[in-house]
Nanobody, 115 residues
Framework: QVQLVESGGALVQPGGSLRLSCASSGSIFRFAVTGWYRKAPGKQRELVATITSDGFANYLDSVNGRFTISEDNPKNTIYLQMNSLKPEDTAVYYC?????????WGQGTQVTVSS
């Protein structure tokens, strides 16, 4: 089993920044894809960003250039640096890990962008 624990969600003003963290523990495989989804009220879940074990990153078009996903492999932790935040970025952000044929999810962390 794998456990994912997110942190870093908060209330922030438009134009501000936040950094989300997701720590993995348990039966961690070396090769995995990790990333972040988000779910806003009344909207479909979106895949925000992913990163592979060899560091290849991919982003949702609407966050490309504003968000950066990174990983600290020794700590089994990934980060999502979010800059130039907009009200439409408001959502619950969920950490995600796929290894082998299994998917794992964190409990979610709330990000609210509002003045």
């Amino acid at each position: 089993q794998v456990q994912l624990v997110e942190s870093g969600g908060a209330l922030v003003q438009p134009g501000g920044s936040l950094r989300l963290s997701c720590a993995s523990s348990g039966s961690i495989f070396r090769f995995a894809v990790t990333g972040w989804y988000r779910k806003a009220p009344g909207k479909q879940r979106e895949l925000v960003a992913t990163i592979t074990s060899d560091g290849f990153a991919n982003y949702l078009d609407s966050v490309n250039g504003r968000f950066t996903i990174s990983e600290d492999n020794p700590k089994n932790t990934i980060y999502l640096q979010m800059n130039s935040l907009k009200p439409e970025d408001t959502a619950v952000y969920y950490c995600y890990r796929r290894q082998g044929i299994d998917d794992y999810w964190g409990q979610g962390t709330q990000v609210t962008v509002s003045s």
